[in-house]
């Protein structure tokens, strides 16, 4: 195994691309009205991203405004002071460029490509939608439709986000971390437009974000952009502090949802676990690997392979301002009882506990993630993704240096003391989906 990761590395190496990043290629200001910027000259391709990183997600809202961070992604994009509606995408694209966004429990993040020469153009289109987003009454109820519609569509398409929203409403009894992303029905139905105007002006204020700009441009011209793009935009006061704590969980919860779709049974365990940062993030990541990434994982080979309870399999551990939850997933093979699926699950979780894993398995997830790592830092857009990911979680992107010999300190007695401290009956909450209808007269 360490041949194959020592191959990846050479071929990583042996590219123009992959000139190795160092802190010191990183360089960063704060304008006066508190944005700040991270900048890496990479000119690895006449290209150069920006991402904006706004510290909003479904964690800073609260009954009655469920959804409205996600409600902003579509807003965003639906035209501002100078650029009208339709005009950020068409304007960009005439440039060469291309853009995204997507919204997690955390973060707002928008992902904008483009030819290094189109970068003034890049902060004129951004300073325009951060000041002047254009919050009318006629494409709001517009837009609401359409989160509507993708709020019940990917409920009805999808059992696993069917099975996660009702897990995590379970799994969290305090926490915002307990409502969807996207969102409750009658809160979508219900925003008015002073809680998106308040909202837009709380949450999209330059203090509020961190920029990082990777690729084929010049750190003294990324600056005088900035100062005369972004720096005009006034500061707010800083958005209220998101101080409630999960109670601890004191036995195991669980859920069943009915749905008639569903050709066999799905089971999702969540166990509450400590915030991205904390010293055992890294052992928890390679406990997920080890128990369900590829073919050659613990969970993928018992329950899959060789006991033929579930036809898949997999672990989620999302990045996170606060405690949050360890995901695992599976989907019974046809015929298999939810039980019988949950009853093999539990026990490769046990054997971990009981037993711990081989040096073998724990080399195979370190090469696996630096694999991963290396990979991601061998792109302008993965290494300007990286970055403001350790800046916001971390708290500084010089920790992402840290990231190979902080995987090289886990042991396997980490991982077997993480499994034991986390992955408890009394620290779960089960979910089960099923076409069987929850009533009395089922068990008649």
Same mark, same amino acid.
């Given at each position: 195994?360490?041949?194959?990761?020592?191959?990846?590395?050479?071929?990583?190496?042996?590219?123009?691309?992959?000139?190795?990043?160092?802190?010191?290629?990183?360089?960063?200001?704060?304008?006066?009205?508190?944005?700040?910027?991270?900048?890496?000259?990479?000119?690895?391709?006449?290209?150069?991203?920006?991402?904006?990183?706004?510290?909003?997600?479904?964690?800073?809202?609260?009954?009655?405004?469920?959804?409205?961070?996600?409600?902003?992604?579509?807003?965003?994009?639906?035209?501002?002071?100078?650029?009208?509606?339709?005009?950020?995408?068409?304007?960009?694209?005439?440039?060469?460029?291309?853009?995204?966004?997507?919204?997690?429990?955390?973060?707002?993040?928008?992902?904008?490509?483009?030819?290094?020469?189109?970068?003034?153009?890049?902060?004129?289109?951004?300073?325009?939608?951060?000041?002047?987003?254009?919050?009318?009454?006629?494409?709001?109820?517009?837009?609401?439709?359409?989160?509507?519609?993708?709020?019940?569509?990917?409920?009805?398409?999808?059992?696993?986000?069917?099975?996660?929203?009702?897990?995590?409403?379970?799994?969290?009894?305090?926490?915002?971390?307990?409502?969807?992303?996207?969102?409750?029905?009658?809160?979508?139905?219900?925003?008015?437009?002073?809680?998106?105007?308040?909202?837009?002006?709380?949450?999209?204020?330059?203090?509020?974000?961190?920029?990082?700009?990777?690729?084929?441009?010049?750190?003294?011209?990324?600056?005088?952009?900035?100062?005369?793009?972004?720096?005009?935009?006034?500061?707010?006061?800083?958005?209220?502090?998101?101080?409630?704590?999960?109670?601890?969980?004191?036995?195991?919860?669980?859920?069943?949802?009915?749905?008639?779709?569903?050709?066999?049974?799905?089971?999702?365990?969540?166990?509450?676990?400590?915030?991205?940062?904390?010293?055992?993030?890294?052992?928890?990541?390679?406990?997920?690997?080890?128990?369900?990434?590829?073919?050659?994982?613990? *969970?993928? &080979?018992? !329950? /899959?392979?060789?006991? +033929? #309870?579930?036809?898949?399999?997999?672990?989620?551990?999302? =990045?996170?301002?606060?405690?949050?939850?360890?995901?695992?997933?599976?989907?019974?093979?046809?015929?298999?009882?939810?039980?019988? *699926?949950? &009853?093999? !699950? /539990?026990?490769?979780? +046990? #054997?971990?506990?009981?037993?711990?894993?081989?040096?073998? =398995?724990?080399?195979?997830?370190?090469?696996?993630?630096?694999?991963?790592?290396?990979?991601?830092?061998?792109?302008?857009?993965?290494?300007?993704?990286?970055?403001?990911?350790?800046?916001?979680?971390?708290?500084?992107?010089?920790?992402?240096?840290?990231?190979?010999?902080?995987?090289?300190?886990?042991?396997?007695?980490?991982?077997?003391?993480?499994?034991?401290?986390?992955?408890?009956?009394?620290?779960?909450?089960?979910?089960?989906?099923?076409?069987?209808?929850?009533?009395?007269?089922?068990?008649?």
């Amino acid at each position: 195994m360490k041949s194959i990761l020592m191959l990846c590395l050479v071929l990583l190496l042996a590219t123009p691309a992959a000139k190795a990043t160092e802190a010191k290629d990183i360089q960063q200001f704060t304008l006066e009205n508190g944005m700040q910027i991270l900048v890496l000259e990479d000119d690895s391709i006449p290209n150069a991203n920006m991402y904006l990183f706004w510290k909003v997600g479904s964690r800073n809202e609260y009954p009655g405004i469920t959804g409205l961070s996600h409600f902003f992604e579509h807003m965003m994009f639906n035209g501002s002071e100078k650029y009208g509606p339709k005009m950020f995408d068409r304007t960009m694209e005439a440039a060469g460029g291309a853009n995204n966004a997507y919204t997690t429990e955390n973060l707002t993040v928008y992902t904008d490509w483009f030819p290094a020469d189109a970068l003034e153009l890049i902060f004129d289109l951004e300073a325009d939608r951060i000041a002047n987003l254009d919050i009318n009454a006629e494409v709001v109820e517009s837009e609401r439709g359409v989160v509507a519609s993708e709020r019940s569509t990917g409920l009805e398409n999808s059992n696993f986000r069917t099975l996660h929203e009702e897990v995590k409403g379970v799994a969290f009894r305090a926490h915002p971390y307990s409502w969807p992303v996207i969102g409750h029905d009658s809160d979508i139905a219900n925003w008015t437009l002073e809680d998106l105007r308040q909202y837009h002006k709380t949450y999209y204020a330059p203090n509020n974000a961190v920029v990082v700009i990777a690729g084929a441009v010049k750190f003294d011209e990324v600056k005088k952009l900035a100062r005369a793009y972004f720096e005009p935009i006034p500061a707010q006061p800083e958005p209220r502090n998101i101080h409630t704590k999960e109670p601890e969980q004191k036995g195991e919860r669980r859920t069943y949802v009915h749905k008639e779709s569903v050709t066999s049974p799905n089971l999702m365990m969540a166990f509450h676990i400590p915030p991205t940062g904390h010293q055992d993030y890294y052992a928890l990541q390679m406990l997920g690997e080890i128990l369900a990434k590829g073919n050659s994982s613990r *969970l993928k &080979q018992a !329950l /899959v392979f060789e006991q +033929k #309870l579930a036809t898949n399999v997999m672990s989620y551990i999302p =990045e996170s301002f606060d405690a949050n939850l360890f995901y695992l997933y599976a989907i019974a093979t046809p015929g298999t009882s939810a039980e019988a *699926l949950e &009853q093999g !699950l /539990v026990e490769q979780i +046990k #054997l971990v506990i009981e037993q711990g894993v081989s040096e073998q =398995e724990l080399q195979k997830v370190k090469n696996s993630q630096l694999v991963s790592f290396y990979r991601e830092m061998q792109t302008i857009n993965g290494k300007a993704n990286t970055i403001g990911t350790y800046q916001v979680y971390f708290g500084d992107y010089r920790e992402l240096f840290d990231l190979p010999a902080e995987l090289e300190k886990v042991s396997a007695a980490d991982i077997q003391r993480v499994a034991k401290t986390y992955l408890r009956k009394a620290n779960s909450t089960v979910g089960i989906l099923d076409n069987k209808e929850d009533s009395y007269a089922q068990d008649r």
